[in-house]
């Protein structure tokens, strides 16, 4: 009878089993596979396809019919314009704050915070590009702040993602201003904070609220959008450098 119910239960379930398309910032790639995970737990007749990608771009590729039924957003900036020309289902609502950090594949003395990449020894500093990144935006804001744009900007290697940053910050630049939450992936553990990456000052930019909306409607769609909301949500994202 056991086995009997299984195979039963097994068919139900491929039965009305469902793919959700999901377009996921970059930065939230650390993230967003534990993320998955446990909300496959919550809803094993549901299969989540992620698809990764600047926040800039995946806004294009939306707004020109690709088939994504809920995207997370590195900013607000993106889902407020999918809203506001109708795409959008929802409202945006922040669910994370992204914070920034300096990081270097070498040891580093960090005593000067972010007046480091005025040293002469760092030539190279991998930031991600502002017009298609939101962290981008928040890295110029740091550094006008901070009053050492103008003497760094010649240095700088673009990346049109923060994931992009962080592969030129590990082989292309002897130092990136990154999203905290990148250092939190398995590969970037073996990095140590105070020796090769230390916190930019959130006094000197505007911590990124990191929107999502609803572009499907559907019960699969509704149900993960929930789940990003909730309390197990949070204590992943935290987990991964997000601030709440």
Do not use: C
């Not at 050492?148 to 010649?154: A, M, S, T, V």
């Not at 940053?165 to 970037?188: F, N």
Request: aromatic share 12%; no cysteine; charged share 20%.
């Amino acid at each position: 009878m056991k086995i009997v119910l299984a195979i039963l239960s097994f068919i139900f379930i491929n039965l009305h089993a469902q793919t959700i398309n999901i377009a996921v910032a970059a930065n939230v790639s650390y993230a967003i596979g534990e993320l998955k995970a446990e909300f496959v737990k919550m809803h094993p007749n549901i299969k989540v396809q992620v698809i990764l990608g600047s926040s800039g771009k995946l806004t294009a590729q939306i707004k020109n019919g690709a088939p994504f039924g809920l995207f997370m957003s590195a900013n607000m900036k993106y889902p407020e314009s999918l809203y506001k020309d109708k795409i959008a289902l929802s409202k945006p609502v922040v669910y994370a704050h992204g914070a920034l950090s300096l990081f270097s594949v070498h040891k580093q003395d960090f005593s000067d915070g972010i007046k480091i990449l005025k040293s002469k020894e760092i030539k190279r500093i991998a930031i991600a590009n502002p017009k298609t990144a939101p962290y981008g935006i928040a890295s110029f804001e740091a550094l006008k702040n901070a009053k050492i744009y103008e003497d760094i900007k010649q240095k700088f290697v673009y990346g049109e993602s923060i994931s992009k940053t962080v592969t030129y910050a590990v082989v292309a630049a002897d130092i990136g201003i990154v999203a905290t939450a990148s250092l939190y992936s398995p590969k970037m553990k073996k990095y140590k904070e105070g020796t090769n990456w230390v916190a930019v000052d959130s006094k000197l930019y505007t911590p990124t609220k990191q929107g999502i909306i609803l572009i499907k409607n559907s019960d699969a769609y509704k149900a993960f959008y929930d789940f990003i909301l909730s309390k197990k949500a949070k204590i992943i994202f935290k987990k991964y450098g997000y601030i709440l």
